[in-house]
């Protein structure tokens, strides 16, 4: 199946500071790439969609100002919390949409495996 | 509104058979997948549902009725590596995922 990276998988910061995390798709482009939330024994949360070279589309209650998103190449997106604070410490996750596999199995999304933040 | 409805926790036996079942409600339909989470990981792709019926893959089968809104997933020979949480998520008419809240299944000897 179709392979994301995410990378760090694991960061540890000071209040205030800001943390970039990178998704990448590594033997298929995507035009299409997803930001989930996860907080411990909850279902995923997406805080936005990213479409390659166009402004990211935020979820509601989601403040694109903190959680900056770069969708640059057909490979790459970015997540950039700004002045992290502890209530944003939670498990990130990136998937990517895989468009017109054969078998039926359109805009699939695969995921990355995580980034996990801890604001101190 | 949209809903996806899954049993919150099951308890199998290994070796045993388990099915998880999934309702759902959204505003149009493009499809249902199931992922598989281990605690601590991000979600792997399982199946992908978008006719009528059942798919079988290996250990893993999962069926469709999309008139009546309900999918599931069967577990055959369950292994105690199968414990993990099952995401049911649907593609909504916007190729938005829909997710359920999860079942967490827990296998025992």
């Known amino acids: 199946g179709a392979v994301v990276s995410q990378h760090p998988s694991r960061v540890i910061c000071k209040s205030g500071t800001s943390v970039k995390i990178e998704c990448r798709s590594l033997d298929f482009q995507a035009t299409t790439m997803f930001w989930y939330r996860q907080f411990p024994k909850q279902s995923l949360m997406l805080m936005a969609t990213s479409n390659e070279g166009s402004k990211a589309t935020y979820e509601q209650g989601v403040e694109k100002d903190k959680f900056l998103i770069n969708h640059a190449s057909l490979t790459l997106s970015t997540l950039t919390v700004t002045s992290a604070h502890p209530e944003d410490s939670s498990f990130y996750i990136c998937s990517a949409r895989v468009s017109g596999l054969a078998g039926g199995m359109e805009e699939t999304q695969y995921f990355g495996p995580g980034t996990r933040l801890l604001v101190l | 509104g949209q809903n996806i409805d899954q049993p919150t926790e099951m308890t199998a036996t290994e070796g045993a058979i388990v099915q998880i079942n999934c309702t759902y409600q959204t505003s149009g339909f493009n499809g249902l997948f199931w992922y598989q989470q281990h605690a601590g990981e991000a979600p792997t792709f399982l199946s992908y549902n978008v006719l009528d019926g059942l798919e079988e893959k290996g250990r893993f089968s999962s069926f469709l009725s999309r008139s009546k809104g309900y999918s599931y997933l069967l577990l055959k020979e369950l292994q105690m590596k199968d414990s993990a949480s099952y995401l049911c998520?649907?593609?909504?008419?916007?190729?938005?995922?829909?997710w359920g809240a999860g079942t967490k299944l827990i296998i025992k000897p």
């Open positions: 998520a649907v593609m909504d008419s916007n190729y938005q995922l829909i």
